[in-house]
C-alpha cells in the first residue's frame, strides 16, 4: 500500500501547489514526500493577522488511514497549541480523522482554529487561563507573538512602529505588575514566570493572589 | 460496662467451648459407631449443600452459546421491524441489545432510529436490501461466498460521468471496473476496494473497533455491515472481527462476564447480580475451568464474605499505603494543629509546620509557646496542652496502627495461601506414605486431601474477613463477627498443626487421621457459619460500615 501512500502524497503536494486561492503550501524538506513543511497566513480579523505559521507535518505509514501527524514550528500563542512544542489539540489529528482529510484540507482546519479557540480543551493550560481571564490581554500577546515569531508587521495602533515586545507584554503581562516584584529584589525571569503560570492578569491582580505569588518567590 | 463485656465474652467463650465439645463428641460417636469416618464425613467436608438465600444461580456458556443468543435476539428484532438480519444486528448493537428501547425507538420514529444507528433511512430501500445476502444465519457461518460484485449498488454519481477517481489513493477506474473495484455503501461516497481493505484492517486490528465502523467520509455515520467486512478483509481479519463483536457483545451485557482465568473461554451468565445489588450480594461463581471468580467485579478469585465495592477501595488502600504506612508509622509524627505528616530531617527540637505555621516542640508534641525561653528543656510532660496534642497524635497514629493490624493478618493470609502448592505437594508425600507404613488403601487417605482443600477455603475467607473487619465500624455486630473470625482462625491453626505433624507408625497415623478429619469438619462448620452469617448480614443490613456503599 506504500505506492498508494506516494501516489496520494504526490497528488495532494501537486493539487496544493496548483490552487493559488487558499494560500496554503506544503513543501518538502528533503528528498522524502513523507516529512513536509505546511504553511498558511494567519487568518484575518485575528490577533494572528498578517503572520505567517508553518507546520511540520509527518505521513505515518498507514496514511490516510491514520490521521497525519503535525505540529507549530512557528511559536503561537494559543490555547490549544503547545506554547513550548507547537503541539496542537485537534479531534481530527485524533479520532475524528477521516481518510478523505487531506494535508490541505487539515491546514484549513488549523486555520480555522486559530480563529476559534476552544479554551475548555486547551493543550497549553496557561494560555488558556489567560484567554478566559483578560480576552483583551490575551489577544494582545498573541498579537506580540505573531509578531516577534511570525513576521506580522507591527500595527501603529497597537504599539509604536519599531518598538520590539518586551518580555512582559510577550508574557501577556503589564510592566507594572512586574515591576512591582521584581523592584523586591526578585529576579525579572522568575518573577515573568511565576506570574504566567498563576496566571497573575485582569481580575486576578488582587492582595489574594499578591501573596500566592509572594509566596512561590520565597519558595 | 466493661465487666458486662467481660462476662458476655466469657458467657461466649463457654457457649463455644460447649459447641466445641459437642462437635468433639458427635465426631466420635460417629468415628466409634461407622468403621469408615471418611465415608461419614465426607459430604459435609466436601461441599455445603447449595442454594443459600445468599447464593447467586449461574450458567457457563461456551462462544458458540453467545454468538447463538446475538443471533436469536438478532433474528427476532429482523422478523419483528421487518428489517435485514445485518440492519437487525446494527440496531442492536446501537441500543447495546436493548431490544425493548430499540423497538418503542424504531415504531416511533423509524427513519430517525436507522439514522442514528447508521443505517440509511428506509426511502431508499432497493440499495439497502440489494447489497444483502439472502441467507439470515450469515453472520454465524461467516461464508465468503456471495461476490460482491453482484451485490453492490451502483449508484455513485461519478460512474454516470465514466471514470472514476478515488479519492483516498486517486487511482483512476474506468466504467467497467467502477461495480467490481469500487464500493459505495449507498451513501453516495464511494472508495476503491483496496482503500476500504486497508481502512477496515487498520480499523480492525490497530484500533480495535468492530461494532462502529464507520464510512470513510468524514462526517458520514453509516456504519459498515457485517456481511461487507466479511467480504472486503482476509480471513484472519474478519475472524478478529467477530471476535471483537463478540466480546463487545459480553462487554455490553450486564448479565454476561468473561472468566477472567487465563486461557479459558467460558463466558458465565448470571441474572441474578446486577450491579445495584452488590451492595448486598457477593456473587461468587465458579466457571467449568474450575476456577472461582466474582461475578459482580471479575475479581478472578472468591472474596467472599467481602462486598465488591470494599474489596476494590481496599486494593486500592493497600497498593496506596502499605510501604508508605509502615514508613510513616517509624519515621514521622504529625503536627499537632493541622495533622500535615512531618519527618524531622535536622536542626533542633522547635519545629514550624510548613503548612500552618504552627510551633511546636518535637519531643513533648506540646505548643513552643510555653517552653517559654527554656531551650531543650522539655520538662513538660504533664502539661494539659502537651497532653492534648499527644492525643490527636496518638489518635492518627490509632488510625494507621489499626489499618497496618488488619493489612498485616490478611496479607499473612495471602500468603499462606501461596504456600498452599506446597502444603498439596507435602500431603501428597504423606499419604503416599500413609498408603505404604499404614496399610490404608488410597480411598482412605483421600481425608487429608480434603483437610487441605477445607483449609486453603478457609484461610482465603479468613483473609479477606480481616479486610471486612477493617471498613466495619464498631458495633456489637462487628464484634460478633470478630468472635466468628477468631474462632474459625483457631479451628484453622489447629487443623494447619495437624497437617504438619509427621507420621511414624499405624497407630499415630489412626489417630492423626480422626484428628484431621474431626478438625476439617470442624473448620468447614466454622467456616459455614462465618460466611453463613456474614452473607445474610448483608440481606438483613445488619452491617454498618465506615465507608459509605
Redesign the interface.
Known sequence: ?SD?RL??VQ?EIRDCAKDKTSNISIDMIDESPFHLIGAFPGPPDTPYEGGYYEVDIVIPD?Y???PVKMKFITKVYHPNVSSASGAICLD?LKD?W????TLKSTLISLQSLLCDPVPNDPQDAEVAKHYLADRNSFNATAKHWAQAYAQAPAHKKQSEPGKVATDAEMAGLTEENVSGFTDMGFSREQVISILKKLNYRGNNVNPQSYNSVLEELLK | MSSDGENDEFLYEDAYDDAFDQDDEVDDLDSMSEPDVYDALSPAIEEAPQRKPYDVSWKVKTLQEIIDMQTKEISKIQSVLEVPPSSAAILLRHYVWNSEKLQEQFWNDPASALEEAGLSPPSSPTTRTSTLPPSPTRRTTRSLKAGPSTSLPKRARSINTGSFECPICCMEFDELSVPSQTYSMGCEHRFCKDCWKEYLVVKIKGEGESAKIQCMESGCGRVVREEVIDDLVEKDVSRRYHNLLNAAFVADSSTLRWCPHPNCEYIIQCTQAPPRMLNQLVPTVECKCGHDLCFGCGYAASHRPVLCKIVRLWEKKCADDSETANWLQANTKECTKCQSTIEKNGGCNHMTCKKCKWEFCWVCMGPWSEHGTAWYQCNRFDEKSGIDARDTQAKSRASLERYLHYFSRWANHEHSAKLDGELYQKTEKKMEQMQNSGNLSWIEVQFAKQAVDVAIKARVTLKWSYCMAFYLKRNNMTELFEDNQRDLERAVETLGYSLEQSISDTESIAKLRQDITNQAAYVQKRHDILMDDTLKGYLERRWEFSVDI
Open positions: 500500500m498508494a501516489r496520494r497528488k498507514a490516510p488511514f491514520q481530527i475524528a477521516s481518510p478523505v482529510l
